[in-house]
């Protein structure tokens, strides 16, 4: 739920008959499509509009996009498309944050410059931040748990300049549409601003520990 490009989809559909992701941003959905496996399938659609006729699922996910939602009723909707003893898996992770020397606070303030100061959320925006009762909803809708897992690497991945845009664009706060008429000006200055920080064109990231929230 909440799948933009289709990062963690891809990742997980070797391991299952068939994966399906929804988003609300056709763009993400149309990204992710564009790269899908022949077991994927994505569908724009609203979390809130579950469970839309999909069926029973052994897991569900939510990568960085619950707090955006409707919390109680999504939740709620999860619990009905599960099937017994499965899960829904909650991954908090920033791994287009990771430790190195890509300069993510400039990149940051030149996302500010062209769409304000306000973080956007999709075609929404959130300007009181994102909200933190993730768990108070997943135990209202009668999940027990939860069962938490770090996941830590001390892996470090070297990226390209191609590879960092894509990273800004996958976030909902700073998707493609939303830079309208202006999306190929912001890019070119993103460029810009990366090439400055190397002269290699390449970084690199230590991602950050990745937080699982088993709740069943």
Known sequence: MGCGPGSLSHLLAPLFAEVIGIDADREMVREADHTAAQNERFIRMRAENLPAGLGLFDVITF?????????????????????????VVHVSATTHLG????PRAEIDDLVRAYLGPVRRAGRGALPDGTPSTEDDAFAAAGFSGPEAIDVVSDHVHERDEDEIVASVFSQSSAAPHLFGDQR????????RLLRRASSTGRFTERLRPIGLRLWR
């Open 63 to 87: 990568a960085q996009s619950f707090h955006w939602l409707e919390q109680q009723p999504v939740a709620e909707s999860a619990r009905a498309m599960l099937v017994d003893g499965s899960a």
């Open 99 to 102: 430790d190195g020397d890509v």
């Open 184 to 191: 190929h000006e912001f890019e070119a200055e993103l460029r």
